[in-house]
Nanobody
């Protein structure tokens, strides 16, 4: 069955870094459209990064220059490197496989606090 499992979340101080991983099973990660989303308390879920099959990426202005999405096709794993974190980055982060519908992971909590 299709499954996306996030890991690597936690608590980090402002200015720190975290690397999220998303282990995919049940489908081949390469040649797909993948994304990272986040949802803060009381807020709507928002896209923070996308990568397509050719390797092109997209980031909204809120995270551009700080976040990097990447993919390890050999290990069927998606990553999100987050640098220079600020408290506003605090949210549950979700890995997603974008097909005709969106398949979600269970989410990983990221808390940025001093």
């Amino acid at each position: 069955q299709v499954q996306l499992v996030e890991s690597g979340g936690g608590v980090v101080q402002p200015g720190g870094s975290l690397r999220l991983s998303c282990a995919a099973s049940g489908f081949v990660l390469s040649n797909t459209i993948m994304g990272w989303y986040r949802q803060a308390p009381g807020k709507e879920r928002e896209l923070v990064a996308t990568i397509i099959s050719g390797g092109a990426t997209y980031y909204p202005d809120t995270v551009k220059g700080r976040f990097t999405i990447s993919r390890d096709n050999a290990n069927n794993t998606l990553f999100l490197q987050m640098n220079d974190l600020v408290p506003e980055d605090t949210a549950v982060y979700y890995c997603a496989w974008r097909t005709s519908v969106i398949v979600w992971g269970q989410g990983a909590q990221v808390t940025v606090s001093s």
